[in-house]
């Protein structure tokens, strides 16, 4: 809730500010909030792991979407995609870096005892609740795919 809180105020301050890009933004968050709060089976606050996934899932969105616009050589678009990715990338917690996300898949890769890229499932598996919300799932993959290819 105290997410939902903070983006109401920030589009109180985005409004008075006159901030276009900001709002679109802020408003898109703040409505994907609300769709999770209403989906079925859902409680009525949300915790911060799922608000994580919805922010990190808008943000998907707007990457994928400004790929698009970019390959379609559509500069107005893919700005406006870019900008309401940067709003919402404000609210996810810090994302680590390349290196930090290989250390962290090695350190997995020797717990699971992993000797393949048959083993990548298992990885998977425990790097992605590590790294819930910390790193983009595209990039783990990528990562681990690497480092089992090297074994």
């Known amino acids: 809730m105290a997410l ?52 990190q899932k808008l943000v998907k969105q707007r990457k994928e979407s400004a790929e698009i616009y970019l390959q379609q050589n559509r500069q107005d678009l893919y700005q406006i995609e870019k900008e309401e990715q940067d709003v919402i990338e404000e609210y996810l917690p810090k994302q680590l870096s390349r290196e930090e996300i290989v250390a962290e898949v090695q350190r997995v890769v020797q717990e699971v ?13 425990l790097i992605n609740q590590r790294l819930a919300g910390k790193a983009d799932g595209k990039t783990i993959a990528e990562v681990v795919k690497e480092q089992l290819s090297a074994l």
Do not use: F, P
């Not at 920030?10 to 006159?18: C, Q, R, T």
């Not at 209403?38 to 799922?50: D, F, M, P, V, Y």
């Not at 005892?113 to 598996?125: I, L, N, R, W």
């Open 4 to 55: 939902e809180n903070t983006i109401n105020q920030d589009i109180k301050a985005a409004m008075l500010a006159k901030n276009e890009a900001r709002l679109r933004g802020l408003r898109a968050i703040k409505s994907a909030l609300l769709l999770a709060k209403t989906e079925k089976g859902a409680t009525e606050t949300l915790t911060e792991e799922t608000e994580v996934k919805v922010l």
């Open 113 to 125: 005892g992993a000797t393949s890229v048959k083993d990548m499932g298992k990885v998977m598996g």
